[in-house]
């Protein structure tokens, strides 16, 4: 008997078809399950699906500048911060710079590989 337990979302959006590109997003709700690896290895399979399966060629995601943990998810996932937009984003009050970041298969590979690797899954 398989227990499913809801723990947070990825999702793709803004998914351009002629330019190849879409935005990630995710986020982690429940507390109990942070600092698992569990974001991570999702985020690795999500790329997976985008550039093996969909065929994307460029997936960025946004974050603010206090979100640590965001960045460093995107950043041990390939991806590679581009901009910093200064106070754009307002959030409780605050205006907070926000990151654009940017990954490509070729930056996003070689973690993917690392993670299989480490967890005994052939590459493909």
């Known amino acids: 008997d398989m227990r499913y337990i809801f723990i947070g979302v990825m999702d793709f959006r803004e998914i351009d078809l002629n330019k190849l590109t879409a935005f990630t997003g995710s986020v ?4 109990r399950y942070w600092e698992r690896g569990i974001a991570r290895e999702a985020r690795l399979m999500q790329l997976k699906i985008a550039f ?29 911060l581009t ?26 590979l070689p973690f993917w590989r690392e993670y299989c690797k480490h967890n005994n899954r052939a590459v493909e």
């Open 28 to 31: 982690i709700g429940d507390k």
């Open 52 to 80: 093996d399966s969909l065929g994307l060629k460029q997936i960025y995601s946004k974050t603010i500048l206090p979100n640590i943990r965001s960045q460093r998810l995107l950043e041990t996932t390939g991806y590679r």
């Open 83 to 108: 901009k910093t937009v200064p106070q754009a984003r307002l959030i409780n009050g605050v205006l907070n710079d926000e990151l654009l970041y940017r990954v490509s298969r070729r930056s996003w």
